[in-house]
T-cell receptor
Framework: NAGVTQTPKFRILKIGQSMTLQCTQD?????MYWYRQDPGMGLKLIYY???????DKGEVPNGYNVSRSTTEDFPLRLELAAPSQTSVYFC???????????????FGAGTRLSVL | AQTVTQSQPEMSVQEAETVTLSCTYD???????LFWYKQPPSRQMILVIR??????QNATENRFSVNFQKAAKSFSLKISDSQLGDTAMYFC????????????FGKGTHLIIQP
């Protein structure tokens, strides 16, 4: 069981470049999330989705875009990368409140992004 | 909005000792869940233990237990018989019940288990 898979694991971008961080889950979870973790800090929510076609902003959405065309995939798009976006990015998913353990989030392994 | 505070940036104990990590939170919600996550050097986020706010009984998972004080908004993690593999960052996190928004994390405590 793969769980939540993120690609790439590591990437270096130049200022102004764009990229997409991929996230896919094979647990048929409705809810999916993107977080960023800056050095010495906890994770902060960027965007989330409750199902295909539905997304909403989290605490730190500026500079990012998301889409959710399928239940499995939730890509995060960085447009015009800036040094402030240097961080570790985590994707997560959970079943939703109807499930027995619907409050438990499952995390991917993270993507370390450096913008130089 | 809710906040989560972990006041101990770093702790160090000897192997086999018991250690307690502190966490306080602030919320106006009555329905919520609390979690402790472990993040080893691999960066993987691993769920250690969770607590439902409506349950008075403290959660336990093997060597890990919590002291949940709802009125004081306190949620500490106790690790008994600590092992070298417990060395990691530990994050306290809050989840609002019934909503779709994500977890709110504290800044973390770096726990070092000395041999």
């Amino acid at each position: 069981n793969a769980g939540v898979t993120q690609t790439p694991k590591f990437r270096i971008l130049k200022i102004g470049q764009s990229m997409t961080l991929q996230c896919t889950q094979d647990m048929n979870h409705n809810y999916m999330y993107w977080y960023r973790q800056d050095p010495g800090m906890g994770l902060k929510l960027i965007y989330y989705s409750v199902g295909a076609g539905i997304t909403d902003k989290g605490e730190v959405p500026n500079g990012y875009n998301v889409s959710r065309s399928t239940t499995e995939d939730f890509p995060l798009r960085l447009e015009l990368a800036a040094p402030s976006q240097t961080s570790v990015y985590f994707c997560a998913s959970r079943p939703g409140w109807a499930a027995l353990f619907g409050n438990i989030q499952y995390f991917g392994a993270g993507t370390r992004l450096s913008v130089l | 909005a809710q906040t989560v505070t972990q006041s101990q940036p770093e702790m160090s104990v000897q192997e086999a000792e018991t250690v307690t990590l502190s966490c306080t939170y602030d919320t106006s919600e009555s329905n919520y869940y609390l979690f402790w996550y472990k993040q080893p050097p691999s960066r993987q986020m691993i769920l250690v233990i969770r607590q439902e706010a409506y349950k008075q009984q403290n959660a336990t998972e093997n060597r890990f237990s919590v002291n949940f004080q709802k009125a004081a908004k306190s949620f500490s993690l106790k690790i008994s018989d600590s092992q070298l593999g417990d060395t990691a960052m530990y994050f306290c996190a809050f989840l609002r019940g019934g909503g779709a928004d994500g977890l709110t994390f504290g800044k973390g405590t770096h726990l070092i288990i000395q041999p």
